[in-house]
Each structure stands twice: as structure tokens, then as C-alpha cells.
């Protein structure tokens, strides 16, 4: 499989090996979408509570008489019936949302990403990309002049200047490949992967 090597103006200036293993994995539609629920579950927090009814602020004074009024009878107001009384099955703070997922499993979704993001031309291979000083408007000038406004970069190393210059852009996100996740990459356009990270890619992943 071969990757194209982006220049500094966002041209294709040459075209660069990648690994079959990693870049030339058939597309598994099925796997993929469980490799990103098991993602997307796994980050939440599960913190949600809800009340029943001997948790919920109410008077335990019985609301009208038992017989006479044509009603159905209640005995308080904190009743699941009742608007404002708590609920028949609450939801706990200690609920448990993971999804366990096999290692094989993870590593063969996201081999399966990047080769559909080969296919559909949407991942681009650079040397480097570097700013010189951690100020946002110079990399998003960098990016402007490449063509680029939603850009996944995984970089083998991530220097403090450019950690700090992309945190404040909502459309570009810079990690190293360890940090790579699967939502990630199917959510930003173009995905550029650095030499360095390619390998790194490679020892995770194949």
C-alpha cells in the first residue's frame, strides 16, 4: 500500500510504503461501529442518579381522604404516579457501562479504519509538522496553506510548542499514535501521519 507525502503546501510531492498489515485491511463495517460504541461506552462516567420514592422531598401526609371523592385512591404524593414522585427503577451513580472488547478485536477495528481512510484518500503521510513558537495562529496558517480544516495529526513526538498551538482549535487534534482512537478517526477529514508514527503505527497494530 502506498500512502501519499504531503509538502508543505498540502501537495502530493512523492508517494511513501506503508504497511499491507495496517493500510490494506478489508473494511469490516460491523466491527468498526462495535470498536466505537465499546469507545463512546467506556468514556462515560456512569455518575446519574435518580430518586425513588423514599428518596424524593415529600410529605408522607396522605393527600385527600380514602373514600368519597370519586378518585383513585393515593396514599402520598411521592407515589411513581404522581408528577414530581420518584421513579419505579431509578438509575444508579455506580451503573457500569463498559464494553469489554479483545485486544485482537481493537487492534483489527482500527487496522480497518486507517485502510478505509487509505482508500478513500483521506490520510496523507508528512516528514514533520513543527511551528516555531506555541502560538495558535501559526499553526492554523500552516494548516490554511495546506488545504486542511479538519486534521487528525498523529506525530511520533508532540513538542510543547505544538501541543500548545492546537489545543485552541476545535477542528484539529494532535496526539501520538499510542493516544489514537477510533472516534477520532472517523470524525476528522484528513488524517496526516508522521514517518515516525507510521512505524509506531505499525508495531501497535500489525
Given at each position: 500500500?502506498?500512502?501519499?507525502l504531503?509538502?508543505?503546501q498540502?501537495?502530493?510531492a512523492?508517494?511513501?510504503?506503508?504497511?499491507?498489515?495496517?493500510?490494506?485491511?478489508?473494511?469490516?463495517?460491523?466491527?468498526?461501529?462495535?470498536?466505537?460504541v465499546?469507545?463512546?461506552?467506556?468514556?462515560?462516567q456512569?455518575?446519574r442518579a435518580?430518586?425513588?420514592r423514599?428518596?424524593?422531598?415529600?410529605?408522607?401526609?396522605?393527600?385527600?381522604?380514602?373514600?368519597?371523592?370519586?378518585?383513585?385512591?393515593?396514599?402520598?404524593?411521592?407515589?411513581?404516579?404522581?408528577?414530581?414522585?420518584?421513579?419505579?427503577?431509578?438509575?444508579?451513580?455506580?451503573?457500569?457501562?463498559?464494553?469489554?472488547?479483545?485486544?485482537?478485536?481493537?487492534?483489527?477495528?482500527m487496522?480497518?479504519?486507517?485502510s478505509?481512510?487509505a482508500?478513500?484518500?483521506?490520510?496523507?503521510?508528512?516528514?514533520?509538522?513543527?511551528v516555531?513558537?506555541?502560538?495558535?495562529?501559526l499553526?492554523?496558517?500552516?494548516?490554511?496553506?495546506?488545504?486542511l480544516?479538519?486534521?487528525?495529526?498523529?506525530?511520533?513526538?508532540?513538542?510543547?510548542?505544538?501541543?500548545?498551538?492546537?489545543?485552541?482549535l476545535?477542528?484539529?487534534?494532535?496526539?501520538?499514535?499510542?493516544?489514537?482512537?477510533p472516534?477520532s478517526l472517523?470524525h476528522?477529514?484528513?488524517?496526516?501521519?508522521?514517518?515516525?508514527?507510521?512505524d509506531?503505527l505499525?508495531?501497535?497494530l500489525a
Amino acid at each position: 500500500m502506498q500512502l501519499e507525502l504531503l509538502n508543505e503546501q498540502g501537495q502530493a510531492a512523492d508517494k511513501v510504503d506503508a504497511p499491507d498489515t495496517v493500510f490494506s485491511r478489508e473494511y469490516n463495517e460491523a466491527l468498526i461501529h462495535q470498536v466505537v460504541v465499546a469507545y463512546q461506552a467506556n468514556a462515560r462516567q456512569g455518575t446519574r442518579a435518580q430518586k425513588d420514592r423514599g428518596q424524593v422531598h415529600h410529605s408522607t401526609k396522605k393527600p385527600f381522604r380514602q373514600k368519597g371523592t370519586g378518585r383513585a385512591r393515593a396514599g402520598m404524593t411521592s407515589s411513581p404516579l404522581w408528577r414530581g414522585g420518584g421513579r419505579i427503577f431509578p438509575n444508579t451513580p455506580d451503573e457500569n457501562f463498559t464494553h469489554k472488547l479483545n485486544k485482537k478485536m481493537y487492534r483489527a477495528g482500527m487496522a480497518s479504519i486507517l485502510s478505509q481512510l487509505a482508500r478513500e484518500g483521506r490520510i496523507a503521510v508528512v516528514d514533520r509538522l513543527t511551528v516555531e513558537a506555541p502560538k495558535t495562529k501559526l499553526l492554523a496558517q500552516k494548516l490554511k496553506a495546506m488545504g486542511l480544516d479538519s486534521v487528525l495529526l498523529l506525530s511520533h513526538e508532540v513538542d510543547d510548542n505544538l501541543r500548545m498551538a492546537s489545543r485552541n482549535l476545535p477542528n484539529v487534534l494532535v496526539v501520538e499514535p499510542r493516544y489514537a482512537d477510533p472516534l477520532s478517526l472517523v470524525h476528522y477529514r484528513k488524517v496526516l501521519v508522521t514517518r515516525g508514527a507510521m512505524d509506531a503505527l505499525k508495531e501497535m497494530l500489525a
